[in-house]
């Protein structure tokens, strides 16, 4: 079954660890790049330095923001959908499960080692990020893109993207509805997970004139709100509390005026947010419930598959 299962997918694992390996080189040939490039520039500011260091590397740093979104997307629309979509489309599943070998174990034999395939590929992805970002920023909370791309994220999302593309096409019995599904499901749950994190845990809770000191941070911010000169806390100061200029709500300068003047009158900035101490407890509880989803949608092509058969 093993050799049977490289032979139907050998394509799709070549061409996957072959992008894998073009995007090894490209972060190995940047990284050492940026490398010598800061060595030869250690003069600069590093506010001037990561501004050289951003347009230098335009390009790769827009490559690395799509790979979040894209790579489970493609795992899932070309490694799960396909796997039994294709398999009904053809009619072959008739063919397939009624020889010596049970239509249970051929699909428990599918699911395994491309399963695990698939997480080793997210292991080996975050395993090249956590060697290449830091030679760029070194932010790895408070940015999701990067978050998700670091640790055991990666393999979470392939794994999730992986069974929610091979539930799809055994409920569905189409491909190219599965491919679909899976790049619905995946925005929903992408922007989904990201709002449900909030509540991982009890944020920390800051009282600030500058918040800067806090948002400036690798942090997540959660609520803004302020406490007035009487100690209470109120989302938004009263109306004539401070005039406000006419681009406040678009303006830095503007909003930069009305918050001085605010800090002025002992107005206080408050915010909440979760720390960047917190970053395994995100990404373990991230990977429970992408885990978790996804033997819920094993189950579900266990069972499609089985009255199928």
Not at 69 to 93: C, D, N, S, Y
Not at 114 to 129: D, F, H, I, P, S
Not at 300 to 306: E, F, I, K, L, N
Request: with cysteine; charged share 15%; net charge positive.
């Amino acid at each position: 079954m093993i050799w049977l299962t490289w032979r139907q997918h050998r394509g799709q694992l070549l061409v996957t660890f072959g992008l894998l390996a073009a995007l090894g080189v490209m972060f190995l040939v940047s990284g050492l790049e940026a490398a010598a490039f800061v060595a030869a520039n250690g003069s600069l500011a590093p506010g001037d330095l990561a501004a050289a260091l951003g347009k230098r590397y335009d390009a790769v740093y827009t490559v690395f923001g799509w790979l979040p979104i894209v790579a489970p997307a493609l795992i899932g629309a070309f490694w799960g959908a396909p796997l039994l979509g294709k398999e009904f489309e053809r009619g072959t599943h008739r063919l397939v499960w009624t020889q010596a070998v049970p239509a249970r174990r051929w699909l428990a034999v599918k699911l395994a080692v491309l399963g695990g395939l698939v997480a080793l590929g997210g292991l080996a992805m975050a395993a090249m990020v956590s060697v290449w970002r830091p030679r760029f920023r070194t932010d790895t909370f408070g940015n999701v893109g990067v978050f998700n791309m670091l640790g055991v994220e990666p393999a979470a999302w392939w794994l999730f993207a992986f069974l929610l593309g091979t539930a799809a096409g055994a409920v569905l019995r189409r491909t190219l509805a599965a491919m679909a599904v899976v790049v619905g499901v995946l925005a929903v749950m992408t922007f989904g997970l990201f709002t449900l994190s909030d509540h991982y845990a009890t944020p920390s809770r800051v009282v600030t004139a500058d918040q800067n000191t806090v948002t400036g941070q690798d942090v997540r911010l959660v609520e803004h709100a302020w406490l007035d000169p009487a100690g209470r806390e109120v989302a938004e100061p009263p109306a004539g509390a401070c005039p406000r200029g006419v681009d406040t709500a678009r303006g830095d300068s503007a909003r930069s005026a009305y918050e001085e003047c605010l800090i002025g009158k002992g107005y206080r900035h408050v915010v909440y947010f979760h720390g960047r101490d917190r970053f395994w407890r995100f990404q373990l509880i991230d990977a429970a419930i992408l885990l978790t989803a996804a033997s819920a949608l094993g189950l579900v092509t266990v069972r499609a598959v089985r009255r199928a058969s």
